[in-house]
């Protein structure tokens, strides 16, 4: 199994951008799916972003495209996710999560969060 610390969340006015990054530790990362998730208050937790091992698969929710982008380093165990053009409806808690495939993500490693807050 593999262990998953985020970072870069931090409070941004809209319009703006951070980076996360999600490090993850084992020498098996670069066999793993890996991917974000995204909570916000009073709802569940949503699906934002999603890419293969060998990135030949990507895969985002409508309401980020052309805004986020995901990618990895397999050389630095990390993958990192892109936010520019944020908005107040981005502000929530991201989860970093590896599995076997994009497709479940859901069924894998978990982070513990990073708060990202989007100001208006």
């Known amino acids: 199994q593999v262990q998953l610390v985020e970072s870069g969340g931090g409070l941004v006015q809209a319009g703006g951008s951070l980076r996360l990054s999600c490090a993850a530790s084992?020498?098996?990362?670069?066999?793993?799916?890996m991917g974000w998730f995204r909570q916000a208050p009073g709802k569940e937790r949503e699906f934002v972003a999603g890419i293969s091992w060998n990135r030949l698969t990507i895969r985002y929710v409508d309401s980020v495209k052309g805004r986020f982008t995901i990618s990895r380093d397999n050389g630095k165990n990390t993958v990192y996710l892109q936010m520019n053009s944020l908005k107040p409806e981005d502000t929530a808690v991201y989860y970093c999560?590896?599995?076997?495939?994009?497709?479940?993500?859901?069924?894998?490693?978990w982070g513990q969060g990073t708060q990202v807050t989007v100001s208006s």
């Open positions: 999560a590896a599995g076997a495939t994009v497709a479940t993500l859901s069924g894998g490693s």
């Open positions: 084992g020498r098996t990362f670069s066999s793993y799916a």
